[in-house]
């Protein structure tokens, strides 16, 4: 480690420590020594043990004042440091706007100080910042545009004196995010059901879902007054107000613009992008039989005809995504290579690969009592509820005989094999476990929320249904594909006039047995009745300790928060549907889970894994 290095960490200690106690002599860090071949106390070097990544100063009684120019200043710190934590001291002065230069922290964490001042605009510059946490402080003034950081996935800034408005943040995003108790002012931006008020409570000015106050026009009014007190006078409220007419005005054109283009286009599409198949009953029964045998080698001929009329379309290849499938046509999906991936209880599905190397898989479903209508508007519903970790359909078949989904392959692999695979779960560790569940949680209630009206559940909710995307994070498949799920047909005392509100407890109980393998690394018989039976029965009996997959026993996991997770999987694998609790109640359960285990990570310094 570089002099400057060293030399920059031990004056910002002695600036954050006010001189007082030296605790830099204490630690080791002096500068006739190595921060990380000499192993510097509350300092954590890369895996190559040439570099600085972490520091950890929480709870160190400092009170002194923060210069993060002395760290962030220094090119060869700044270019390696991914996490700071000061929080649980006495220490005060603001966040210069240096911070910016510290551009790989993953992790900024000052809470529980009495650090003061507007945040500096540059925050918003911390493009890597996963968790950013400045809760129980005394900050002041606006925040800075952090919705910029679209990796951000905590932040925390309850307790301050912030004002303004809230950023139009992606809450979706989120698994910890809490602006209470401060001076932020009106309407909260759409939280999409991600959150709930206890993110905002504390706020006398702010108004909207997800707090009970309405933004009616008395609390507009309200809104207007505490404005006004923080120096905005009326005539810059109705300036404000005519830019605001002014611009959904412009909005309104550019919407109508884009509809009359929109029409025109979708005019266009439906003569270019949906072919329409020859319907006649014998080419379709022949096209279902080379289905059982592969997609490959079609000896089928398919017609296309480009000026169809609109009743074609329902047995036509209809693409939702053509970015991605660049003008897909029922007949490339016939003519490409396909290789059989699994048949399964409700279909068979393959993978078919494209002369531009385009990787596709396609879903055959079987034996789906649903009209080519209904069929129809079920997925262009269900294409309309987008969340980043579910899998979209990017095009669709249907004619009375056969309902096909073509969706994009993805190379590695699911959830299943990732748990149970040749490794064994060995490389997926606790953090990333607790993680892919939260994630999984979060993108089931939001489809839960998005598709209540229409009744529309996953159905068929299993480990081989969630997949892996390119980043490794998972991503729900399938879903919507079908309308009841199984294990409701065995479940006792389930009352049969019940089926369809118990859909959606259906998904609860899916996910539960997702949960269980998860923590056990067993395999699932009969839809999940076995490993939960087993389960019950080890925790019945007090072993709880022995239920959990070796692997996770040999790491430092919590075994605490492994048992809450647990408590979680029990919750939904309960026998009775209406007993489970909805997949919101799941996803809050488990983010609280995912806090405490955040919270206990950033506080082990010896900790290696974070992040
Ligand atoms: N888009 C995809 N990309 C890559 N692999 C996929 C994709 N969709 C599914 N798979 C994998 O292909 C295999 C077969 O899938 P299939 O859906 O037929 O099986 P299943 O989920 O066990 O059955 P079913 O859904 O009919 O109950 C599974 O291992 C699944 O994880």
């Known amino acids: ?136 402080n005394k900050f002041s003034g606006e925040l800075p545009k952090l919705s910029r950081i679209s990796g951000l996935t905590a932040f925390l800034a309850q307790d301050n004196q912030l004002t303004g408005q809230i950023p139009n943040f992606d809450f979706s995003n989120f698994d910890t995010f809490n602006v209470s108790n401060n001076n932020f002012q009106g309407q909260i931006p759409n939280v999409n059901g991600f959150l709930t008020a206890s993110s905002f409570l504390g706020n006398p000015g702010l108004c909207g879902d997800p707090l009970p106050n309405k933004c009616s026009s008395s609390s507009t009014t309200a809104d207007e007054n505490s404005n006004t007190k923080k120096g905005i006078s009326k005539n810059q409220m109705f300036i404000y107000m005519g830019y605001g007419v002014l611009a959904l005005v412009c909005l309104v054109l550019v919407v109508l613009r884009i509809c009359s283009k929109k029409k025109s286009k979708d005019q266009v599409d439906s003569v270019n992008k949906v072919a329409a198949v020859d319907e006649s009953a014998s080419k379709l029964s022949a096209a279902s039989s080379e289905y059982k045998g592969g997609l490959s080698k079609s000896q089928y001929s398919v017609t296309f005809s480009a000026d169809e009329s609109a009743a074609m379309v329902s047995s036509s290849l209809v693409v939702l995504t053509s970015p991605v499938v660049n003008g897909l046509k029922f007949e490339d999906l016939l003519k490409a290579p396909a290789e059989l991936l699994g048949r399964g209880k409700y279909g068979s599905l393959y993978k078919v690969i494209f002369e531009n190397g385009m990787v596709l898989v396609v879903k055959r479903i079987k034996d789906w009592a649903l009209s080519s209508n209904d069929f129809k508007q079920r997925m262009e519903r269900l294409y309309q509820a987008k969340h980043p970790y579910v899998l979209p359909a990017l095009a669709f078949y249907c004619s009375k005989q056969e309902k096909l989904l073509v969706y994009e392959y993805q190379q590695n692999g699911s959830l299943f094999r990732l748990i149970h695979g040749s490794h064994r779960g060995q490389a997926f560790d606790w953090t990333s476990r607790l993680s892919a569940a939260a994630s999984i949680a979060e993108a089931l209630t939001f489809m839960h929320q998005e598709l209540r009206a229409e009744g529309i559940a996953h159905g068929n909710l299993k480990s081989s249904n969630i997949l892996l995307n390119k980043n490794m994070e998972p991503c729900i498949s399938e879903y919507g594909l079908m309308e009841i799920n199984d294990q409701d047909n065995f479940m006792p005392g389930k009352a049969s006039g019940a089926k369809a509100s118990s859909t959606f407890k259906g998904d609860v109980y899916g996910f539960g047995v997702i949960l269980l393998e998860l923590l056990t690394g067993k395999l699932v018989q009969h839809n999940g009745v076995d490993l939960t039976v087993w389960v019950h029965s080890v925790v019945r009996e007090e072993w709880t300790a022995e239920v959990f997959d070796r692997s996770l026993m040999s790491e430092y996991a919590s075994e605490e928060r492994m048992v809450n997770l647990l408590q979680v999987a029990i919750k939904c694998v309960n026998r009775s549907a209406e007993a489970r609790p909805s997949m919101n109640q799941v996803a809050l359960m488990i983010n609280a889970i995912r806090e405490e285990e955040e919270r206990s990570t950033v506080y082990d310094p010896q900790s290696m894994s974070l992040l």
């Open 1 to 136: 480690v570089k002099d400057e290095v060293k030399n920059s960490l031990i004056i910002f200690l002695a600036k954050v420590s006010n001189n007082g106690v030296q605790p830099g002599l204490t630690w080791g860090w002096n500068t006739s020594s190595d921060p990380c071949k000499d192993q510097w106390q509350n300092v954590i070097c890369d895996s190559q043990n040439d570099s600085v990544s972490k520091l950890f100063l929480n709870g160190k009684n400092l009170t002194g004042t923060l210069d993060a120019a002395l760290l962030c200043n220094v090119r060869s710190l700044a270019a390696s440091l991914t996490i700071l934590a000061l929080d649980d001291n006495n220490i005060g002065g603001q966040i210069s706007a240096e911070i910016a230069n510290c551009d790989q922290l993953t992790r900024l964490t000052v809470s529980s100080n009495q650090l003061s001042g507007n945040l500096p605009e540059s925050l918003a510059a911390l493009n890597n910042l996963k968790r950013l946490d400045i809760s129980n």
